[in-house]
């Protein structure tokens, strides 16, 4: 625990990283506080549909206004205002909001926020943490609307006079966008998560933040001093000075090891004694690419293709999906991006799909069993990238949920087929195009010998492993305490995977979020993978761990791993060789060292 007292101390979650403290400064942004009434008669219908119209193509042009601002400045944010231009005259907001005006005879107002409402009752039904997050992204786009209507503007970000920690209830994109970054210091929010646009942006802007504090607003008053922890995810309200002194301390410390990480971004990851590993990224966007190439990633490990489909009521056609893949792997080259074939399903569920009912979705019709019995969806796909590896020449394909060879298989003939019309239509096809598997069902890893003859690499996705080796639903918070990475059971299955890759003489990575968390990097060295890949965020550090590393000792320290018989047991083995072996990594780490068993006050 820190030394001292304050005021209150909050607790949220920490979206960008860093140290900042500063005096407060409350960004008003309550919501338009709207009026509600019936038209008076059908006459009215018209003239409020052409009042919704012009609020609506007041917004687009603001929006347009603020993306040509920042073009220079934040070009790689341009398409979150494209997305909320498009959204302007979505379906679901403008459509909906016209027809409540025409059918129940209400002001323009009142049915936009019935639409939101509407399409808030959809969102929340949805699985998936990052689409069901983009409802706040619908809201903002309304909110602007509702203020054009009502003539209101509670924006107020753009006068601010000095260095200041933003505190808001929520702050949309665009207005983030627009803060100036060299008057802020900090940024806090009530609402928003890890995935929240607003938070990827303070991320990319450098400013330290922490968001779905509940409170904070109200908690604040301007001109307070706070202290913005984007490590631990806290806000401390008017520390004394013993406090205060602390925070100044750790934000120097954090500082220079942030320095030192950064420098390592760019380096290989080369163990002390001259082994290497490629360190790649994990990406479900095209504009992630920015970040890859950011964090000093040497290529895409996983490209996460469902995300195209998710909110899609028909599935994208081949061009949409050649051109996606194209940029990506143009801007990636020279080094590869491996396309991971549609995983739909699960925790990732098309809205067509959801209609489905499957009682059991994580069992059910999903991944390569969907894709092999869709097949004109499966062969798209497939066109598509085949055809952009006749182009750029360094696009790898991969094959989810494969269960064994029968499924191998059959979706090797599939892609041969598809490749044999493209040849036949004159379309070149990448001759050394490599096709590998995820080594993500028990069952593969048990016949990953037979496996590993037929495919050209292995790529160890522990997300599902773990929750099919476990049988713990990834996605249920009832059970998310039994969820285990460590549990024995599945570093042993780790091992003969990697092994049965090795033996066969093709590469093997590991590309779950085990990968990224820097506690775990010395023995998944010591499984000898040539690649890890991981959220780019994670790229730098986990690169600067292994930097400081060393094989020969990583390979002792997994054999000593793979003898412990819980996972809590590794879990302190490997706190206490992080605390001894690799202490400046992890002791400003208050969260990653809280899980270090403490002896006389100290982690050992
Ligand atoms: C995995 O299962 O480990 C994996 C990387 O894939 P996803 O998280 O997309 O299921
Ligand atoms: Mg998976």
Request: glycine share 6%.
């Amino acid at each position: 625990m820190p030394p001292g007292n304050a005021r209150m101390i909050l607790k949220g979650i920490g979206v960008s990283p860093g140290v900042a403290i500063g005096k407060a400064f409350r960004v008003d942004r309550d919501r338009v506080s709207l009026v509600y009434y019936y038209l008076p008669s059908p006459a009215h219908t018209e003239k409020e549909k052409t009042r919704f119209d012009a609020a609506v193509d007041k917004a687009e042009a603001d929006l347009k206004a603020i993306k040509s601002k920042i073009a220079g400045e934040f070009p790689e944010h341009s398409f979150i205002l494209d997305t909320h231009i498009y959204m302007l005259r979505d379906r679901m907001l403008y459509n909906e909001t016209i027809r409540l005006i025409e059918e129940q005879g209400i002001n323009a107002e009142w049915a936009l926020r019935q639409a939101v409402e509407n399409a808030q009752l959809i969102f929340a039904k949805i699985e998936d943490e990052y689409i069901r997050s983009r409802i706040s992204d619908v809201d903002y786009v309304a909110e602007r609307v509702l203020e054009n209507l009502t003539g209101q503007n509670r924006r107020s970000v753009a006068g601010i006079k000095e260095r200041v920690i933003i505190v808001a209830q929520d702050l949309s994109p665009a207005d983030t966008l627009q803060l100036q970054v060299e008057k802020t210091l900090g940024f806090v929010t009530d609402m928003g998560g890890k995935t929240s646009h607003t938070a990827i942006i303070t991320r990319s802007l450098d400013i330290p933040a922490v968001v779905g504090l509940e409170n904070v607003y109200q908690a604040v008053r301007s001109g307070e001093l706070i202290v913005v922890d984007g490590y631990a995810g806290k806000v401390i309200i008017d520390p004394d000075e013993e406090l205060l002194n602390y925070y100044y301390e750790r934000q120097y410390q954090l500082e220079n090891y942030r320095k030192e990480v950064a420098r390592c971004a760019e380096l290989p990851a080369e163990t002390e004694d001259g082994y290497t590993i490629k360190i790649q990224a994990n990406i479900e966007l095209l504009e992630e690419v920015v970040a890859v190439i950011d964090n000093g990633a040497e290529g895409v490990g996983l490209y996460r293709t469902e995300y195209l489909y998710l909110n899609m009521d028909t599935p994208p056609d081949e061009e949409t999906l050649f051109w996606d893949y194209r940029e990506v792997a143009e801007i990636i080259y020279p080094e590869m991006v491996t396309i991971r074939t549609l995983d739909l399903g699960a925790d990732k569920i098309p809205s067509r799909m959801r209609e489905w009912g499957e009682t059991n979705p994580a069992l059910g019709l999903r991944s390569i069993r969907l894709c092999l019995q869709e097949d004109e969806l499966f062969r798209t796909q497939l066109r598509a990238i085949l055809r952009v590896s006749g182009i750029t020449k360094n696009v790898r394909i991969m094959f989810p949920m494969i269960s064994g060879l029968g499924e191998l298989h059959a979706a090797k003939d599939i892609l041969n087929q598809v490749k044999q019309s493209l040849i036949q239509e004159s379309i070149e096809v990448d001759p050394d195009l490599q096709v590998g598997i995820m080594i993500e069902v028990p069952a593969a890893v048990a016949v990953a010998d037979l496996l590993a003859n037929e495919v050209d690499f292995f790529s160890i996705g522990t997300n599902d492993l773990v929750q099919y080796a476990l049988a713990i639903d990834r996605v249920n918070e009832n059970v998310a305490h039994l969820y285990e990475p460590l549990h024995p059971a599945i570093l042993r299955m780790v091992k003969q995977a990697a092994d049965a890759g090795r033996f066969a003489g093709i590469p093997v990575s590991l590309c779950g979020e085990l990968a990224a968390e820097p506690l775990y990097a010395p023995i998944l060295l010591g499984f000898e993978l040539d690649s890890l890949s991981m959220n780019p965020m994670a790229v730098p550090r986990v690169k600067k761990i292994i930097r400081n590393a060393n094989l020969e000792e990583s390979k002792e320290h997994l054999k000593e791993v793979l003898q412990l018989s819980t996972a809590s047991k590794v879990n302190e083995y490997l706190c206490n060789l992080a605390w001894r072996r690799f202490r400046e990594d992890f002791e400003l780490f208050e969260d990653e060292m809280g899980r270090l068993p403490v002896v006389n006050g100290n982690p050992q």
